[in-house]
């Protein structure tokens, strides 16, 4: 009988991409494979999983409140009903296997599933997050990005990554992914983008910087973010600085780059590594110090810099990226050094693994 696999990812493109890599193994593996995706109302996987071609199943939210409040409260009556729903999808889609990539999308479907469908997990990050922590107490398998997770029975098979990202010719492409985006074909490119919401200390930082780039014949790519607006000065006769909200193609974005300034969430550290991209890594600041730690193998590696995100300010693009953009040289260098870093095949790994569990 052909697999169902129902996926868990909502919320953020770091949660949503990596199940929807592991969503395309399974139909290269499986072709007959039924692949469904659980999402909610307001997370961005309305707009990426129809994208790619893969049905959505919506499910009430369960956000932990960060303080005590009367939202405190009524949070076992939201999950209650977040669980009686998610089940009836389970029942109805006739799900083979659950595989829950973390966030508030995967707690209740690990509940929904519980002694009813197994479980796989997989964690991105080093510091697990509340809903991994308790599905992998009841999973059949769980698997992991990097060595020293703190999750029972974990797995090292890396983050699952689309396959125009690990199989991506950027050299074949260049010329391609410069007209896409009307950048110059010929000028040395940064590119920058600070998540799939934008960063608005990575946009103030860069965008202040604009004269210097421009002075140096540097050409911008600059995702800013769906809810944030850039204005940047232009330069005649220089390489044009390209402001964009949201970037579909990745692969022609990091194919028209020549480094690339951006957040070190676990999905983007893993395919900037995969690529061969020389990077600028800025953290975000807030959370567990995941994103630093998320970037020290391409920094200690010597494909990355690390630029704490307090020290990020159109000056410090001018003294530290502009010149590293500029030198061809150690480019090369440092994209050399990010190859072989991470694990370019986790997709199918994980895919085998998921398609094990099912029993098909």
Do not use: W
């Amino acid at each position: 009988m052909a697999p169902t696999v129902v996926v868990a990812g909502g919320g953020t493109a770091g949660h949503i991409e990596p199940a929807l890599a592991l969503a395309d193994a399974v139909r290269r593996l499986r072709p007959d494979a039924t692949v469904v995706a659980l999402g909610t109302s307001r997370g961005l996987e309305n707009k990426l999983v129809p994208a790619r071609g893969y049905p959505l199943e919506l499910i009430p939210p369960v956000p932990l409140p960060r303080k005590p409040t009367t939202d405190l409260l009524r949070l076992p009556l939201k999950i209650r009903d977040s669980v009686k729903q998610t089940r009836e999808v389970l029942d109805r889609v006739g799900a083979d296997v659950v595989v829950g990539f973390g966030g508030y999308v995967s707690l209740p479907a690990y509940f929904a599933a519980r002694g009813r469908v197994p479980i796989v997990v997989h964690e991105a990050n080093q510091s697990p997050g509340l809903a991994n922590r308790v599905g992998a107490r009841f999973a059949k398998r769980v698997a992991v990005a990097v060595p020293g997770t703190p999750l029972p029975g974990a797995e090292v098979v890396g983050i699952p990554l689309r396959r125009s990202i690990t199989s991506l010719d950027r050299v074949a492409l260049r010329a391609e992914a410069r007209a896409h985006f009307g950048l110059d074909p010929d000028a040395p490119t940064l590119l920058v983008f600070g998540g799939s919401q934008g960063a608005q200390s990575i946009n103030n930082a860069v965008s202040g910087a604009a004269k210097e780039l421009a002075e140096a014949g540097i050409g911008v790519l600059h995702a800013h973010g769906p809810k944030n607006s850039l204005v940047v000065q232009e330069f005649p006769g220089r390489p044009p600085y390209v402001p964009v909200p949201y970037l579909e193609r990745m692969d022609l974005a990091y194919a028209a780059a020549d480094v690339v300034l951006c957040r070190s969430g676990a999905m983007t550290a893993a395919e900037v590594s995969a690529v061969g991209l020389p990077a600028v890594f800025v953290p975000l600041p807030h959370g567990n110090g995941e994103q630093a730690i998320n970037a020290r193998p391409a920094v200690d590696a010597g494909a990355a810099l690390l630029v704490p995100d307090a020290d990020l300010t159109p000056a410090k693009v001018a003294e530290l990226v502009v010149p590293l953009v500029t030198d061809a040289a150690r480019v090369a260098r440092m994209g050399s050094a990010a190859v072989g870093l991470g694990h370019r095949e986790a997709d199918e790994v994980l895919a085998r693994i998921v398609l094990e569990v099912c029993g098909k």
